[in-house]
């Protein structure tokens, strides 16, 4: 079955930077739609940033021009580069990939805090 692998979360001080990366397993990235979504303590979980097949993407409000969703191919990973952090960014993030056929499939999650 299809799994997702997060890493590359951590405390990181505010206005630092860090690349949570998604390895995939049984797919792949490059056909399939992927996401990386985000739940902070109290609050339900939402995107952060999309990235389709055909390499449209879409950030939260709250991110433009902050985050950045890339794929690699080769290794077969959907990376967020994320930069200057805020506390707000804290939460687990999680990966997510839609294929052309079959059912989402979602990461265990990586948590990131931002301290101030």
């Known amino acids: 079955q299809v799994q997702l692998v997060e890493s590359g979360g951590g405390l990181v001080q505010a206005g630092g930077s860090l690349r949570l990366s998604c390895e995939a397993f049984r797919t792949f990235v490059v056909l399939n739609d992927m996401g990386w979504y985000r739940q902070a303590p109290g609050k339900q979980r939402e995107l952060v940033a999309g990235l389709t097949s055909g390499d449209h993407t879409n950030y939260a409000e709250s991110v433009k021009g902050r985050f950045t969703i890339s794929r690699d191919n080769v290794k077969n990973t959907v990376y967020l580069q994320m930069n200057n952090l805020k506390p707000e960014d804290t939460g687990v993030y999680y990966c997510?990939?839609?294929?052309?056929?079959?059912?989402?499939?979602w990461g265990k999650g990586t948590l990131v805090t931002v301290s101030s």
């Open positions: 997510k990939t839609r294929p052309p056929y079959g059912s989402d499939s």
